[in-house]
């Protein structure tokens, strides 16, 4: 039997995707450190709250909807729900029509399906899997962090991270780099730009962001698309003996095999020697 291995798009050593969570207004900031040192975001909205100002929600101010697609252009806009619930407090019916309308409502603004989702408060539990799966939820990121790190998880339903952005990044990108144990290895940072400007402490993201950078083996990718390459690949038609591959997908494929690595490019049948 052949084998193959995973590996991430051109053969990089790892991917550094992160996750940002309500839409406040220091999401202007910290897209402007990202868009300097090439790292993506994924920014996870609650379109119930676009434009209100700190004294109408009673907290930090909002993006405003017209402002979304120019903001976070090159990036991903995914749901966060309507209006911020604990969704295992809500009844089912409750819990569907908060994330099918946050979906409707970011994809009308943005301009692509909608279908990652961050969990308000991390709030979960089988039944919200459930209705978010129906709802046409692909991955669901809680506030938990993964007990293997740096590894992919098996169930993008809950998709857990490395850390929170308060964690010591420098120490766990070194970390990072040195971990050799898979091909596919993965960076998963989350937070929250308005504890920036509420900690007075910028820098942290701003110095994290500039290390990373100087890593050219490095895939920096949305959300969803690490989800995408990773369905992708798991979708690969694989002979019973291994050695023959074909790509249904529209994304090229790389893998490792017998110490070489390979690709498969989108729609093609590839015979192994
Ligand atoms: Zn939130």
């Not at 039997?1 to 798009?9: A, Q, T, V």
């Not at 408060?121 to 007990?147: C, E, H, M, W």
Request: some cysteine; aromatic content about 12%.
């Amino acid at each position: 039997m052949k084998r193959i291995d995973f590996r991430w798009p051109e053969a990089k050593a790892g991917v550094l995707t992160t996750s940002w969570d309500d839409g406040t207004t220091h999401d202007r900031r910290l897209v402007e450190i990202f868009n300097k040192y090439g790292i993506k975001g994924t920014f996870n909205l609650n379109s119930g709250k676009f434009g209100l100002d700190s004294s109408q929600s009673g907290w930090e101010a909002h993006i405003s909807k017209d402002e979304v697609p120019t903001l976070y252009a090159g990036h991903e806009v995914a749901v966060h729900t309507v209006t911020h619930p604990w969704l295992q407090r809500q009844s089912s019916d409750m819990i569907l029509g908060e994330v099918i309308e946050d979906r409707r409502n970011l994809e009308n603004i943005v301009g692509y399906p909608v279908k990652g989702m961050a969990l308000p408060f991390g709030s979960q539990d089988a039944r919200v899997s459930t209705i978010l799966k129906a709802a046409g939820i692909k991955y669901v990121r809680p506030t938990a962090v993964s007990n293997s790190l740096f590894e992919l998880p098996g169930d993008f339903m809950n998709w857990t991270v490395t850390c929170h952005h308060n964690a010591d990044l420098k120490l766990l990108w070194k970390e990072f780099c040195e971990y050799q144990r898979t091909g596919d290895k993965i960076f998963y940072l989350w937070g929250h730009s308005y504890e920036f400007n509420r900690d007075g402490n910028w820098e942290h993201i701003e110095e994290f962001c500039e290390l990373a950078s100087q890593s050219k083996d490095i895939w920096f990718a949305t959300n969803m698309e690490v989800f995408e390459y990773v369905n992708a690949w798991r979708q690969l038609e694989c002979s019973v003996d291994g050695g023959i591959l074909k790509n249904t997908s529209s994304i090229a494929i790389y893998f490792s095999h017998a110490g070489k690595t390979m690709c498969v490019s989108p729609g093609e049948t590839l015979k192994l020697h």
